[in-house]
């Protein structure tokens, strides 16, 4: 019969700070990439389907989101 310790508060805190930061790191690395080919493509079919101005307005509207998104997950260095 072999016994395992059981996880401590510590061990198991320690996980789940791991996987949020696995989740960041995801996030950090797809949010270049989701919007540079997911806005030239909603772009031009909502100015055909809906109009010009809607289209504009969209893109204006999600370039703001993204650079807030990715400014708000950027990997600075430190200040020394």
Partial sequence: MV???QPTEESTTHTSGEDHRGALKA???FTPLVGAVVL???V???MVR???STG???AVAASCVW???MLRTAEMPGHH
Avoid: D, H, I
């Fill in 27 to 29: 996030f950090v690395a």
């Fill in 3 to 5: 016994l395992s310790p």
């Fill in 44 to 46: 031009p079919v909502l």
């Fill in 56 to 58: 504009v307005g969209v």
């Fill in 40 to 42: 030239p493509l909603v």
């Fill in 67 to 69: 650079f807030v998104a």
């Fill in 50 to 52: 809906v109009g010009v």
